[in-house]
């Protein structure tokens, strides 16, 4: 077995009164680049620095490779972390800053100085050992913690949004990057982040989080394509939402109405009864000339056409009265729709997934946003 | 075209307003303000300029110029700063007392600012404002409790040097944990989190990460200690056995009273020599291990600049 496995057990952490991490339960096998996904405040950040012992659990375990770490201090434990600002030391230069950990391990001099210059080499910046971290660009300040965490050998490497402070094209390179990097050592990476395009690209698994909760844990493309609940179907990418009652069960999937019409869903909780949302990506919305009265079908009017470089996005208002969004890919042809266009919109039932509304109904982003913001200020006496 | 010529031409002004113009342009430097600051620099030093002027008189008038001599510091065989053994105990006893002052006062606040920056508990929060209470203390109140607890309480210090030392220190230390407390939360935690996570004991992370990041602020706060109480009157007044532990302004301010000569504006000259050496080293000191860190900030001053100028 690979090193680095991880398992939270009813891992909590409670603030004042904020209950930031609610009995977690998840386990990471080693060697895998896992993520932490969700909107700031559901507890991601909390649970990356109760691995890296920054934070005390409030109630629960953190196994590292069979071992109860929960209550080791930081110091002591086989994980490093880096930084979303870095936190590369401002008095030390790029060599001191990567030598840190070894000394005060006590490693010899030359194993020291070997080991110094393989990082720096792995991270692309030999030749740079003479610079101060503000004598660096935000990419080479990056690569330099990245250095400094990986000399020491860690089982575990913690990253808390670290391409969070770079420009979007420095960004892309560096997932890439970043990736290659963590197959190259073949260590368990716990990366942290809110964006959901980072986590779908470099993750092998992740963990979408909401309210101190995971809400699904799965593959990149399981999780995009078939959202458990709301809350992952509309946090990851663009997603049309839609009310709807379940009539029950046919043969491939889940009868669902909608008013007058009625559709069948392949995905999603098939078996369910009463009122349901139903939700399809933009992508996978086709649309057809207007008439069209096959199975799967919604009648409805282009209300805007929107170009957006590589596609082109149709929000379309259906008979029912709600906005569906679709994606056509650009081709470089002419779309023939405009405003006003009376089209249909084809739901391909492999496409469309019936979720549960439970009460862990998904909050609008924004929304969820600004309840993490004002949080805090609520557990005041008021 | 005489119509475009009208639209440019400036509107013409009287003097004043043009004076005004220059003054309050939005557009322009805020003149105003330049000229409030020169007034107040100018109002501040020509009295301390005139007192280090006369400070060189060769005669014995304070008054009234007449030639340049170093008779006063130490040319006179009887009443020059370096004769007279007054003076001469005096400059020796402020500069015991600001040194010792400097080495305790420094590293108790260091510990005390960390102290209350990283513990939040019961009691952080009155202990961090009653820190603030030795700076708006009136400085005669705690001379005269200081000198009751000396003489009453405590009664084997006594007044006298260490009564002194004691009392500089008590005041001194809110500087230092003032002082060093807002560079604390300057650098945050991340720092110390970083070397923990790198291996770093907490020990380990305070002396190889906490205190080389805190030394700009601990060299300046030395400085303004030392600065304090070199310039310290009251509380040395009180806590003095006479004679030999008068400091400075002590001797300054009786000489004044009795008959003053030239010489008490030497040792004046020399006590403000002295404390704008200890703050410009303070001052220096903390560019120099701050450079890194200001050059971003640099950076967008320099665009400020090239911006302004266009």
């Given at each position: 077995?690979?090193?680095?496995?991880?398992?939270?057990?009813?891992?909590?952490?409670?603030?004042?009164?904020?209950?930031?991490?609610?009995?977690?339960?998840?386990?990471?096998?080693?060697?895998?680049?896992?993520?932490?996904?969700g909107?700031?405040?559901?507890?991601?950040?909390?649970?990356?620095?109760?691995?890296?012992?920054?934070?005390?659990?409030?109630?629960?375990?953190?196994?590292?490779?069979?071992?109860?770490?929960?209550?080791?201090?930081?110091?002591?434990?086989?994980?490093?972390?880096?930084?979303?600002?870095?936190?590369?030391?401002?008095?030390?230069?790029?060599?001191?800053?990567?030598?840190?950990g070894?000394?005060?391990?006590?490693?010899?001099?030359?194993?020291?100085?070997?080991?110094?210059?393989?990082?720096?080499?792995?991270?692309q910046?030999?030749?740079?050992?003479k610079?101060?971290?503000?004598q660096?660009?935000?990419?080479?300040?990056q690569?330099?913690?990245?250095?400094?965490?990986?000399?020491?050998?860690?089982?575990?490497?913690?990253?808390?949004?670290?391409?969070?402070?770079?420009d979007?094209?420095?960004?892309?390179?560096?997932?890439?990057?970043?990736?290659?990097?963590?197959?190259?050592?073949?260590?368990?990476?716990?990366?942290?982040?809110?964006?959901?395009?980072?986590?779908?690209?470099?993750?092998?698994?992740?963990?979408?989080?909401?309210?101190?909760?995971?809400?699904?844990?799965?593959?990149?493309?399981?999780?995009?394509e078939?959202?458990?609940?709301?809350?992952?179907?509309?946090?990851?990418?663009?997603?049309?939402?839609?009310?709807?009652?379940?009539?029950?069960?046919?043969?491939?999937?889940?009868?669902?109405?909608?008013?007058?019409?009625?559709?069948?869903?392949?995905?999603?909780?098939?078996?369910?009864?009463?009122?349901?949302?139903?939700?399809?990506?933009?992508?996978?919305?086709?649309?057809?000339?207007?008439?069209?009265?096959?199975p799967?079908?919604?009648?409805?009017?282009?209300?805007?056409?929107?170009?957006?470089?590589?596609?082109?996005?149709?929000?379309?208002?259906?008979?029912?009265?709600?906005?569906?969004?679709?994606?056509?890919?650009?081709?470089?042809?002419?779309?023939?729709?405009?405003q006003?266009?009376?089209?249909?919109?084809?739901?391909?039932?492999?496409?469309?997934r019936?979720?549960?509304?439970g009460?862990?109904?998904?909050?609008?982003?924004?929304?969820?946003?600004?309840?993490?913001?004002?949080?805090?200020?609520?557990?005041?006496?008021? | 075209?005489?119509a475009?010529?009208?639209l440019?031409?400036?509107?013409?002004?009287?003097s004043?307003?043009?004076?005004?113009?220059?003054?309050?342009?939005?557009?322009?430097?805020?003149?105003?303000?330049?000229?409030?600051?020169?007034?107040?620099?100018v109002?501040?030093?020509?009295?301390?300029?005139?007192?280090?002027?006369?400070?060189?008189?060769?005669?014995?008038?304070?008054?009234?110029?007449?030639?340049?001599?170093?008779?006063?510091?130490?040319?006179?065989?009887?009443?020059?700063?370096?004769?007279?053994?007054g003076?001469?105990?005096?400059?020796?006893?402020?500069?015991?007392?600001a040194?010792a002052?400097?080495?305790?006062a420094?590293?108790?606040?260091?510990?005390?600012?960390?102290?209350?920056?990283?513990?939040?508990?019961?009691?952080?929060r009155?202990?961090?404002?009653?820190?603030?209470?030795?700076?708006?203390?009136?400085?005669?109140?705690?001379?005269?409790?200081?000198?009751?607890?000396?003489?009453?309480?405590?009664?084997?210090?006594?007044?006298?040097?260490?009564?002194?030392?004691?009392?500089?220190?008590?005041?001194?230390?809110?500087?230092?944990?003032?002082?060093?407390r807002?560079?604390?939360?300057?650098?945050?935690?991340?720092?110390?989190?970083?070397a923990?996570?790198?291996?770093?004991?907490?020990?380990?992370?305070?002396?190889?990460?906490?205190?080389?990041?805190?030394?700009?602020?601990?060299?300046?706060?030395?400085?303004?200690?030392?600065?304090?109480?070199?310039?310290?009157?009251?509380?040395?007044?009180?806590?003095?056995?006479?004679?030999?532990?008068?400091?400075?302004?002590?001797?300054?301010?009786?000489?004044?009273?009795?008959?003053?000569l030239?010489?008490?504006?030497?040792?004046?000259?020399?006590?403000?020599?002295?404390?704008?050496?200890?703050?410009?080293?303070?001052?220096?000191v903390?560019?120099?291990?701050?450079?890194?860190?200001?050059?971003?900030?640099?950076k967008?001053?320099?665009?400020?600049?090239?911006?302004?100028?266009?």
């Amino acid at each position: 077995m690979a090193r680095g496995e991880i398992r939270l057990i009813g891992l909590s952490k409670e603030f004042a009164d904020v209950l930031a991490v609610d009995h977690l339960d998840l386990a990471i096998p080693g060697g895998e680049f896992f993520s932490l996904l969700g909107p700031s405040g559901c507890g991601k950040t909390t649970t990356l620095r109760m691995v890296a012992g920054f934070e005390r659990p409030t109630e629960g375990r953190i196994l590292l490779d069979g071992t109860d770490v929960a209550y080791t201090p930081p110091h002591k434990r086989n994980v490093n972390t880096v930084f979303q600002n870095y936190a590369l030391f401002p008095h030390l230069n790029v060599f001191d800053n990567v030598a840190f950990g070894l000394r005060r391990a006590k490693r010899p001099k030359d194993e020291l100085r070997e080991r110094v210059a393989k990082a720096l080499e792995l991270v692309q910046l030999t030749g740079l050992e003479k610079r101060k971290a503000s004598q660096l660009s935000g990419g080479q300040q990056q690569r330099v913690a990245l250095a400094r965490a990986l000399v020491l050998n860690p089982a575990v490497l913690l990253l808390d949004e670290p391409l969070g402070a770079l420009d979007a094209k420095l960004r892309k390179a560096l997932q890439i990057e970043l990736k290659t990097l963590q197959r190259e050592v073949g260590i368990t990476f716990l990366y942290v982040t809110h964006d959901q395009e980072e986590a779908l690209t470099m993750s092998d698994r992740l963990a979408v989080m909401n309210g101190g909760r995971v809400e699904q844990v799965g593959a990149p493309q399981e999780v995009y394509e078939s959202p458990e609940t709301l809350f992952v179907a509309d946090f990851l990418g663009v997603s049309n939402l839609m009310d709807a009652t379940a009539l029950g069960t046919t043969g491939g999937g889940c009868r669902v109405a909608l008013q007058r019409f009625e559709l069948e869903a392949g995905g999603g909780a098939s078996d369910a009864k009463g009122p349901v949302k139903i939700v399809i990506r933009p992508e996978r919305v086709e649309l057809e000339p207007h008439g069209n009265a096959a199975p799967n079908r919604l009648p409805g009017m282009v209300e805007r056409v929107i170009y957006v470089g590589s596609a082109v996005q149709v929000i379309v208002r259906v008979a029912t009265g709600e906005t569906l969004q679709a994606l056509v890919p650009n081709t470089g042809k002419e779309l023939p729709y405009e405003q006003g266009t009376p089209v249909a919109l084809f739901l391909p039932v492999d496409a469309l997934r019936v979720l549960p509304v439970g009460e862990r109904a998904a909050p609008p982003e924004d929304a969820a946003e600004t309840a993490a913001e004002t949080a805090p200020v609520s557990t005041g006496p008021s | 075209m005489s119509a475009v010529a009208e639209l440019q031409a400036p509107p013409t002004r009287s003097s004043v307003g043009r004076f005004r113009g220059w003054l309050t342009n939005p557009w322009g430097r805020p003149r105003f303000l330049v000229v409030m600051t020169w007034a107040y620099v100018v109002w501040s030093l020509v009295p301390v300029l005139i007192a280090v002027q006369f400070s060189f008189n060769s005669t014995r008038s304070r008054t009234v110029w007449q030639d340049f001599s170093t008779r006063w510091y130490w040319g006179d065989p009887v009443d020059s700063v370096w004769h007279d053994p007054g003076l001469r105990s005096a400059l020796v006893q402020s500069l015991k007392l600001a040194s010792a002052d400097v080495l305790i006062a420094t590293p108790i606040g260091v510990l005390l600012a960390i102290g209350l920056a990283r513990w939040h508990g019961f009691g952080s929060r009155p202990s961090n404002f009653l820190m603030l209470f030795p700076l708006v203390t009136p400085e005669i109140v705690m001379g005269v409790s200081l000198l009751l607890i000396f003489t009453e309480v405590f009664t084997f210090v006594g007044t006298g040097t260490t009564a002194q030392i004691l009392g500089h220190v008590t005041f001194s230390i809110s500087y230092v944990v003032v002082i060093v407390r807002g560079r604390l939360f300057s650098i945050g935690r991340q720092y110390e989190e970083a070397a923990a996570d790198l291996g770093a004991s907490p020990t380990g992370a305070l002396v190889r990460v906490l205190l080389p990041l805190l030394a700009p602020a601990i060299v300046a706060s030395a400085a303004v200690v030392f600065a304090i109480s070199i310039d310290d009157f009251v509380i040395s007044q009180w806590l003095s056995s006479g004679g030999d532990t008068d400091t400075v302004p002590i001797q300054i301010y009786s000489a004044t009273r009795a008959a003053p000569l030239p010489s008490t504006n030497a040792i004046a000259t020399l006590m403000m020599l002295l404390t704008l050496a200890s703050v410009t080293l303070g001052f220096l000191v903390w560019r120099a291990f701050t450079r890194g860190e200001r050059r971003a900030g640099a950076k967008v001053a320099e665009e400020f600049r090239t911006f302004e100028m266009r």
